[in-house]
């Protein structure tokens, strides 16, 4: 059985369930997972803010069991040469990229794997603005109700 390299691109930011999920499935259509992590400067080029800065995504993503191996993502032009120079057998992308990269049918397998539903980076940004949004005085309060509640059960 011939020797498959799988390969797949994503910023990675605030690293989430789902980006587990994809380059554990993404895995099994090979031996060995490339993986390349879009540089802060690329995010700009794409227009994506991220809150961890490139090392620190590069390093998390290069230590997921499933990882074998990362590289810079640093254009969207790099693909083809990244699937020859890698040899490549399977590109792998989330579904939110269903069709985008078809194009690369003409150098190896394209599969787009279903995003996992309920997580996305967008969202705990979200969630971490609402809490760092309470109004001081709630937490105040909230703190003084705590305090209350613990005298209550000495
Ligand atoms: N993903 C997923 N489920 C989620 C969130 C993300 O399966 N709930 C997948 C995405 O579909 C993608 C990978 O995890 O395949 C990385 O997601 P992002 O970090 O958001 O990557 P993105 O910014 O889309 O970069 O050249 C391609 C781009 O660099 C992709």
Redesign the pocket.
């Known amino acids: 059985m011939a020797y498959k390299t799988v390969i797949?691109?994503?910023?990675?930011?605030m690293f989430h369930i789902?980006?587990l999920?994809?380059l554990q499935r993404a895995k099994e259509y090979g031996d060995r997972l490339i993986v390349a992590v879009?540089t802060d400067e690329f995010n700009a080029q794409?227009g994506?803010k991220t809150l961890i800065p490139f090392e620190q995504r590069a390093e998390i993503v290069a230590n997921i069991k499933c990882v074998d191996s990362v590289i810079e993502?640093s254009s969207?032009e790099q693909k083809v040469d990244d699937i020859r120079n890698y040899k490549v057998s399977t590109f792998v992308?989330?579904n939110?990229?269903e069709g985008t990269f078809d194009h690369l049918r003409e150098f190896c397998d394209v599969v787009y794997?279903n995003?996992?539903q309920n997580?996305?980076?967008t969202d705990l940004k979200k969630s971490l603005t609402r809490i760092l949004t309470v109004p001081k005085e709630d937490i105040i309060k909230a703190f003084e109700v705590i305090e209350v509640l613990k005298n209550d059960f000495q």
């Open positions: 797949t691109y994503g910023t990675f930011d789902g980006h999920k994809l879009s794409k994506k993502e969207w992308m989330g939110d990229w794997l995003r996992t997580i996305s980076t």
